[in-house]
């Protein structure tokens, strides 16, 4: 008798490297693309954003270091930023001090931000075929991407530390598992936004093990947060203000309709919590099995969705978030077992498809724009394509960002309704 095939949600990696002609193809364009980057100097100002030195936002954290080492607050002012930013940042960062880590440092901490972002993501979502390349290939092109890189925006170490996340949840050994809420909590403490990404713990589904894991995550972000808790009123004193082509969110959304922008935010954050509401509410949105949670392109989407969603119901964000839509991208291109998707994801895959194909050419366009007319991050004077350009952005992410909470909440919903439940064996 033949052996029965292994699952799919106990593979979270894909076929050997040497099976992976693709994966190594387009390896190579993107290497070369960073090289041009680097080599070619930056696409901001290709994408008309000014011509800003190479990893300035990387140099602004060792920068802080310098001007703590020097006694300054750096949270109300850093000198020796090049642009003079004040710390906008949790603490923890200014750990890196430990290190011996100063802004001469640039280089090598440039290059460490950048390959935290690019072996965890080459490798976990290496493309088998034509079509995934393409698609692969299409998020680096990116605008957004391309500036993150560019600047070695720390939103690309907080994605480096979310990678593991899902072959941790995936692997056998409970221990293995135990790390992904250890590194969800790190993450959170260094730009609390990823607190939201604890939502894909629940993909587990042993009772016990789920418990375990939401009491390791609910300890260790407590602690990480009670940290650096009494940095969040500095930090929002002093964080920059997302605008233009840099910005997205549900706030944004809200203020291009007419609504004013006092009401945006709070807006926003009601209609995705009337979205997660439906979610729970609606048994045509609870058609999928249990089983479908568990494999691997699905707790990327959600791992992926949740952190999106999250920072788009929340008002506005910089675009760099970005970077979360490559774990999307496996589930949407080339689902596996469609049998097992809700309903409303398997009619909606052509529109999310179309929302991914727009955000990346459309942030494209509006800095090729802003380039031509001069001008930066802020639409052009009477450029009605970018402003067109730039609502669309936003109805991509919306949508993105809605199915991403529909699946993220029905997960959910599905686990504790499980936990609640007399203890039966599974079958």
């Known amino acids: 008798m033949n052996p029965a095939p292994q699952p799919e949600q106990t593979r979270p990696f894909r076929a050997p490297l040497a099976q992976a002609p693709w994966w190594w193809l387009s390896t190579l364009l993107i290497l070369g693309l960073v090289a041009?980057?680097?080599h070619n100097r930056s696409p901001q100002h290709w994408l008309g954003f000014g011509d800003l030195p190479l990893w300035v936002d990387s140099h602004a954290i060792l920068s802080a270091l310098d001007a703590h080492r020097a006694g300054l607050d750096v949270f109300k002012s850093n000198p020796y930023d090049l642009l003079s930013r004040p710390h906008s940042y949790s603490s923890l960062?200014?750990?890196l001090e430990h290190l011996g880590l100063t802004r001469w440092d640039q280089v090598p901490f440039g290059f460490a931000c950048e390959l935290f972002f690019l072996v965890p993501t080459l490798f976990l979502f290496r493309p088998s075929t034509l079509r995934?390349?393409?698609?692969i290939m299409g998020f680096f092109l990116c605008a957004p991407v391309l500036l993150a890189m560019d600047r070695a925006n720390n939103d690309l170490v907080i994605f480096g530390l979310l990678c593991p996340v899902v072959p941790c949840l995936l692997s056998r050994s409970l221990l293995v598992r135990l790390f992904a809420p250890l590194l969800i909590s790190l993450a959170a403490g260094l730009k609390y936004y990823?607190?939201?990404?604890a939502c894909v713990l629940f993909v587990d589904p042993d009772r016990k093990s789920l418990r375990l894991s939401l009491a390791v995550f609910l300890a260790s972000a407590a602690l990480v947060l009670y940290l650096v808790f009494d940095d969040l009123p500095k930090i929002t004193a002093t964080q920059p203000r997302p605008e233009g082509m840099l910005s997205m969110g549900g706030a944004i959304l809200l203020q291009n309709l007419g609504l004013p922008k006092a009401l945006s935010t709070p807006l926003s954050l009601l209609l995705g919590a009337a979205v997660t509401t439906l979610a729970w509410c609606s048994p045509r949105l609870s058609d999928w099995s249990r089983a479908a949670a568990t494999q691997w392109r699905y707790t990327s989407f959600i791992l992926s969705?949740?952190?999106?969603?999250?920072?788009?119901?929340?008002?506005s964000n910089w675009s760099y978030r970005t970077v979360f839509v490559i774990g999307m991208i496996p589930l949407l291109v080339a689902p596996v077992e469609v049998e097992l998707?809700?309903?409303f994801l398997r009619r909606s895959l052509p529109w999310l498809?179309?929302?991914?194909i727009l955000l990346f050419v459309s942030h494209t366009l509006c800095g090729v724009i802003n380039w031509a007319a001069g001008s930066e991050m802020s639409p052009p004077v009477n450029s009605m394509l970018w402003e067109q350009l730039w609502n669309a952005l936003q109805y991509c992410y919306l949508l993105l960002s809605v199915a991403g909470t529909l699946l993220a909440s029905n997960l959910i919903f599905m686990r504790v309704r499980e936990q609640l439940r007399p203890h039966r064996a599974d079958v």
């Not at 995934?132 to 698609?135: D, R, T």
């Not at 498809?353 to 991914?356: E, G, N, T």
């Open 36 to 38: 041009l980057i680097f």
């Open 93 to 95: 960062w200014l750990q």
């Open 132 to 135: 995934e390349a393409l698609w």
């Open 194 to 197: 990823p607190i939201i990404a």
């Open 305 to 315: 969705a949740s952190l999106l969603a999250g920072c788009f119901w929340t008002g």
């Open 341 to 343: 998707m809700p309903r």
């Open 353 to 356: 498809r179309a929302a991914l």
